[in-house]
């Protein structure tokens, strides 16, 4: 099969209403390399980057409430800086760049799928498409 590895995917194929942060950008815990005392972050198997993570909501309506909250790893040399927040709003919109997909079967013997992204940035004004949004079309 030609597929392995990391599925790359858009932004608006994964967060089509798009998505708001509700969490704290926090360093990923490598189980394996930490001792009690002493905190060791993880780095992508790929990449050797080290891996960050906030969680988003999905902004999709209809989903359920218990799906509502995903967690997105970032590959990032330092720490990564969420966008400011928008006055009168409870949540800060985000939008991500360089998205992947990787399927696995999660602890309740169901299908889900790790994210990674190497940018979070503010959402663009509507209408205004990326240059490789225009290259791809």
Do not use: C, H, W
């Given at each position: 099969m030609a597929l392995q590895g990391p599925i790359p995917v858009s932004f608006d194929m994964v967060f089509p209403h798009g998505c708001y942060i509700v969490g704290e950008v926090e360093p990923v815990k490598d189980f394996e390399a930490s001792t009690n005392g002493r905190f060791v972050q993880t780095r992508d198997k790929q990449s050797g980057e080290l891996v960050w993570q906030v969680s988003v909501m999905d902004a999709d309506p209809t989903l359920k409430a218990a799906q509502k909250t995903v967690s997105v790893k970032i590959l990032s040399p330092v720490?990564?800086?969420?966008?400011?927040?928008?006055?009168?709003?409870?949540?800060?919109?985000?939008?991500?760049?360089?998205?992947?997909?990787?399927?696995?079967?999660?602890?309740?013997?169901?299908?889900?799928?790790?994210?990674?992204?190497?940018?979070?940035?503010?959402?663009?004004?509507?209408?205004?498409?990326?240059?490789?949004?225009?290259d791809a079309a």
């Open positions: 720490q990564p800086v969420p966008p400011a927040p928008m006055a009168g709003m409870p949540f800060t919109p985000v939008e991500f760049d360089q998205m992947t997909a990787t399927p696995y079967v999660n602890q309740a013997g169901r299908l889900a799928y790790s994210i990674k992204v190497r940018e979070m940035r503010a959402p663009r004004p509507a209408g205004k498409a990326t240059a490789a949004a225009k």
